[in-house]
């Protein structure tokens, strides 16, 4: 049976930087720290892909948000 989980290797003075990041930032481990940030670099490629948003939708997303709590 195939692990959903593949074994990336890092230089080992990297993975000690990694290290000392994770423990002031809240990651529980460098795993996890390392698969957000790949994972903010993929939305970030997609995103370049992406059109931007008009002024109006801009507003529309703006109200929308003020609508359910999250900005004032």
């Known amino acids: 049976m195939k692990s ?3 074994t990336i290797k890092i230089p080992r003075p990297l993975y000690t930087k990694i290290q000392q990041i994770t423990r002031d930032s809240g990651f529980n481990s460098v795993t996890d720290f390392v698969v957000y940030v790949l994972r903010d670099i993929i ?15 801009l507003r529309a997303i703006k109200q929308r948000l003020k ?6």
């Open 43 to 57: 939305s970030e490629k997609g995103s370049e892909e992406r059109e931007e948003f008009t002024p109006d939708e």
């Open 67 to 72: 609508n359910l709590g999250y900005i004032d």
């Open 4 to 6: 959903d989980k593949v």
